[in-house]
Nanobody, 116 residues
């Protein structure tokens, strides 16, 4: 049985960095597409960043130039490096990994809190 394990969240000051990781454990999970979403209190869930099967990436405008998504296929892991964090980045961050056969899993969520 495959599970997704997220790590790397925490509390930081504005301007600092964090790296979130999302690992598919238990069985081999060939990642085709990976996305990071976030949900801030009282707000809708937002797609923050994604990486496609051809390794092309996309970001929501508010994080462009600050966040970077990358995959490590050997470790079945996707990272989200977040630089120059702002208070408005505070949210619970969720990863979603999709295999080539379309099967998809979600992580449990990790809290990111940025104080000014």
């Amino acid at each position: 049985q495959v599970q997704l394990v997220e790590s790397g969240g925490g509390s930081v000051q504005a301007g600092e960095s964090l790296r979130l990781s999302c690992t598919a454990s238990g069985r081999s999970f060939n990642i085709s597409v990976a996305n990071w979403y976030r949900q801030a209190p009282g707000k809708n869930t937002e797609l923050v960043a994604g990486i496609r099967s051809d390794d092309s990436t996309h970001y929501t405008d508010s994080v462009k130039g600050r966040f970077t998504i990358a995959r490590d296929n050997l470790k079945n892991t996707v990272h989200l490096k977040m630089n120059s964090l702002k208070p408005e980045d505070t949210a619970v961050y969720y990863c979603q990994l999709q295999r080539y056969d379309g099967f998809s899993l979600w992580g449990q969520g990790t809290q990111v809190t940025v104080s000014s």
